[in-house]
């Protein structure tokens, strides 16, 4: 069994070990924060360590977490996928009117499958159309959340599964929900994707440059629609977990979910720039974004400050991010794409 | 002169208009009459002033996913004060100069703390958004001051809508700053590459910071005619303004890469877009399909133009 580990899989493995450490210093950011907003917590607002509150904020940030997954992979390659949000409420929406009688793991399954093809359609229009994936999304983003307001005249489509309304209601050992199961899941898949399969390195080099990707002869057409089909299969899995915690499935259902998902990977401390990215970060950023908005109700503020507090850990998060990793002090950080 | 305009980079978005009027006309002959046409051009002149800001920005490779929020920013103080009754003028004044201090915060964080464009202004989208909610507790400012509204749907000489003419007047300047200007000239230039910019001696923090100022006031200017013609304004004003403008820029033919900006397409693709709302309200269908309309033009448009460039580079995908 050593055998296989002869010392030049060992040396690479470290070599490859070190250059993570330290590109991965960005999550730094993400980490202060959480560890500063959990002792706030822990001093002003205890009843936040209840078993049911956290179990709600660990689903909130599951179902933020499951499609901010799909947007780490996709932003490692250069990517966006600015169409989730339409995503998270036609693929439930779907699932219901098709199978919402059938028994409940066949609607999650169709869900994922209803994203799986929504995010095909964009993945031809970018590979095939040749057309940058931002705007391709843009424009899908219009036309999916159309096509979701159509075919339920705006109104909203009711859970009866108890399979689907248990995703994020139940729990394990009274405080884990299903959804972060599901989100580990999710992440261990896409951590395997991106550190054990060929693909994974197709990825990280179409997203440092693409260019050379493309001339080491990288089937890049393959790889993008592979991105966003996954994204879109993802999305379709998130989607059904909000419609079993919200019990009913609406075109409108997560409002942002594109933006909140991209503010999740970059304060995670994935680089828009592309080519490197972080799983670990996006979790914890997507934990963040949730504890912070749960606090601030437990602390008994005015909701509308989410909206401010959101702002400010994006800045803050990248801040801290930059100073550490001493980016901010070099002159290469110059480039801001 | 026909080939010329066909083969220049508004050429999608001007002949997806033609298409559209055509469509819609034949469709229900209603849709040529006046009032129509003057819905189209009052909305369309609002759109194409975030827009215009927005071709800007997109030139110099930069995103502002803040002017949503601007607007609705601008429109909630400008509502304010005029519900204190403050003169107009000065009501105004003051609605744009909040717009250009918001674009300068934008412009800052960016510069000063070297966020990338796109976060710098997420995060701000988001805490304007909170600004707003926060003033107005959530609740609706009602306009009252007649004079207000009828700066934008009232006319010039009984024809034009004033609207129009602010659009017109934004858009000269915006042309003359773009086309005829050192600034215009190094916008592009930052665009195109800003290594080469900066290392060419152009100041890049003060084209950033001009731009991203400019861009704010352009959106406070929008929202206080969004306001004008509702005649009240509250937090959902302008909301997803951004990613509406972003569309526009890129069906007139402005690339997200940088570097150029089409001033006239952007102009174009705004008319494009408030005809597809009135034609698709005349036709009398359902508001719900204007964003398949709409995203159906802008994927379309720009599959059109990918597949043109796609001989030239088969199997290089633009990301």
Same mark, same amino acid.
């Given at each position: ?137 843009? /424009?899908? $983003?219009?036309?999916?959340?159309? +096509? ?7 109104? =909203? !489509?009711?859970? %009866?599964? @108890? ?68 994204? /879109?299969? $993802?999305?379709?899995?998130?989607? +059904? ?7 009913? =499935? !609406?075109?409108? %259902?997560? @409002? ?82 | ?319």
């Amino acid at each position: 069994m050593s055998s296989a580990l002869d010392n030049g899989v060992v040396a690479e493995t470290l070599a490859q070990f070190r250059t993570h450490i330290r590109i991965r210093g960005d999550r730094t950011g993400a980490w202060i924060l959480n560890i500063i907003i959990l002792i706030f917590l822990f001093c002003w607002a205890p009843n936040f360590f209840n078993a049911g509150n956290i179990h709600a904020v660990l689903n909130d940030a599951s179902i933020l977490g499951i499609g901010a997954a799909g947007m780490t992979i996709l932003i490692m390659a250069g990517a966006f996928d600015l169409s989730v949000t339409a995503i998270m409420g036609l693929a439930p929406i779907v699932a219901l009117l098709l199978a919402g009688n059938l028994p409940g793991p066949l609607i999650v399954l169709i869900s994922i499958f209803t994203g799986a093809v929504l995010g095909a359609i964009n993945g031809i229009i970018i590979t095939r159309g040749n057309v940058a994936p931002f705007v391709a999304t843009l /424009g899908t $983003l219009f036309a999916f959340g159309s +096509i979701g307001a159509v075919i339920t005249d705006g109104n =909203a !489509v009711y859970v %009866q599964s @108890p399979f689907v309304l248990e995703l994020a209601g139940g729990k394990v050992w009274g405080l884990i929900p299903y959804s972060f199961l599901i989100l580990l899941v999710v992440c261990a898949m896409c951590w395997l994707i991106l550190r054990r399969l060929h693909m994974g390195r197709w990825i990280r080099a179409a997203g440092s440059n693409i260019r050379a990707a493309h001339v080491s002869g990288i089937d890049l057409q393959w790889v993008y629609l592979f991105l966003f089909v996954a994204s /879109g299969a $993802l999305t379709g899995l998130a989607g +059904i977990i909000l419609t079993g915690y919200l019990s009913s =499935a !609406v075109a409108t %259902q997560a @409002p942002n979910y594109n933006l909140n998902a991209i503010a999740a990977v970059v304060v995670g401390g994935t680089s828009l720039r592309g080519g490197e990215g972080t799983l670990l970060g996006t979790v914890l950023a997507a934990w963040l974004f949730a504890m912070v908005n749960n606090g601030l109700i437990l602390v008994g503020v005015n909701s509308y400050w989410q909206y401010l507090a959101t702002g400010v850990i994006l800045v803050l998060a990248l801040a801290l991010g930059m100073v550490s990793s001493g980016n901010y002090f070099s002159t290469r950080a110059q480039s801001r794409d | 002169m026909l080939k010329k305009l066909l083969s220049s980079e508004s050429a999608a978005s001007i002949i997806a208009l033609v298409g559209v009027v055509i469509v819609f006309t034949l469709i229900n002959n209603r849709f040529l009459t006046r009032l129509n046409i003057e819905g189209i051009i009052v909305s369309a002149s609002i759109s194409a002033i975030v827009g215009l800001g927005m071709t800007l920005i997109i030139a110099m490779r930069a995103l502002d996913l803040s002017v949503g929020s601007i607007m609705g920013f601008s429109a909630i103080s400008g509502a304010l004060l005029l519900s204190h009754d403050v003169p107009l003028a000065f009501v105004v004044a003051v609605a744009l100069a909040v717009g250009g201090a918001l674009g300068f915060i934008n412009s800052q964080l960016i510069n000063l703390l070297r966020l990338p464009s796109f976060v710098a202004t997420l995060a701000t989208l988001s805490m304007i958004l909170g600004g707003e909610l926060l003033i107005t507790d959530g609740a609706t400012v009602t306009i009252r001051n007649s004079m207000y509204s009828k700066l934008v749907i009232g006319r010039l000489f009984g024809v034009v809508p004033w609207a129009a003419v602010i659009a017109a007047v934004v858009f000269a300047i915006v042309w003359i700053v773009f086309h005829w200007t050192p600034f215009g000239r190094h916008i592009a230039a930052i665009g195109g590459d800003l290594r080469a910019a900066a290392g060419a001696g152009i100041n890049v923090k003060a084209v950033t910071m001009g731009v991203f100022t400019l861009a704010g006031v352009l959106a406070a200017l929008a929202g206080l005619m969004v306001a004008g013609m509702l005649q009240n304004a509250d937090s959902t004003v302008g909301v997803g303004a951004e990613l509406t403008a972003i569309a526009v820029v890129v069906v007139g033919g402005t690339s997200l890469m940088g570097g150029r900006g089409n001033l006239i397409g952007t102009v174009c693709a705004a008319f494009l877009l408030a005809s597809v709302k009135a034609g698709l309200n005349i036709a009398n269908v359902s508001s719900k399909y204007e964003g398949l309309v709409f995203g159906g033009i802008l994927i379309i448009a720009l599959m059109a133009d990918g597949l043109r460039r796609g001989a030239r580079r088969k199997g290089m995908l633009v990301v």
